[in-house]
Structures are given as C-alpha cells and as structure tokens.
C-alpha cells in the first residue's frame, strides 16, 4: 500500500503545484519507478533471508522474526527503526492526502459542517 502512495497522493494536493500539468504526471512516474524498483529488491532479500517458512507462518510478526533472523540484535532493532520511520513517513503522506481531500470536499459544500471544516 505504501509503494502507491506516492503517485497517488500528488494527485491530492495538484492544485497547490508549480506548473501541475508537467510536474504532477512526472511525479507520478518516477514514484512509481522507484518504488517498483526498490520493491523487487526488499523482494529478493526477504525471500532469501526469511528462513524456514513453518516459523514464518506461525509468527504473529513476521517482519521481526526476519529481522532476528540477521543473527544480531542491534541490527535487528536499527531495521525495525527503520521500518516503523518509513511507515510513519508514509502516514503523513496519507493524512496529508486525507485533509486535502476533507477541505476540497467542504469546500464545494459536499460535506456536513461544511463552513466549519472549510476554514480549517
């Protein structure tokens, strides 16, 4: 979900962009790249470093048990770290998107309460 996000997200926010008729679809296109580009080689390096797949099918994190699966717990944690900074980076990116939308849909008058949401 997260891979999508950029591309979807500067959709959302086209009218506060410089020039969004070129800068919007190139945007799109590189996010896209990049992250189907970075996607294929978290890919391969899962795949080769999960381990036996009973233990991954019974663990309720997966992601950790892959992690640990390093043999070294300081790496393990800097992994995690870095996992739960991008997920957040993420999240802002979709709560980004989200009030966007909500102010656009006040806006024209299409939600409840539409005055007061519209100032905010």
């Known amino acids: 979900m997260y891979c999508d996000l950029g591309s979807d997200s500067v959709v959302h ?3 506060e962009v410089t020039d969004a008729s070129k800068t919007v679809p190139q945007v799109m296109w590189w996010s896209y790249l990049l992250n189907v580009f970075l996607g294929i080689i978290m890919l391969i390096v899962m795949l080769f470093c999960i381990g036996p797949l009973d233990g991954v099918l ?9 992690f640990n699966n390093t043999g070294s717990q300081q790496l393990s944690l800097a992994l995690n770290i870095i996992l739960f900074l991008l997920i957040y980076v993420g999240n802002i990116t979709a709560l980004t998107t989200c009030g966007r939308e909500m102010w656009a849909f006040a806006r024209d008058k299409g939600l409840p309460a539409s005055r007061w949401v519209g100032k905010m």
């Open 58 to 66: 019974d663990s309720d994190s997966p992601y950790l048990l892959l």
């Open 13 to 15: 926010i086209s009218e």
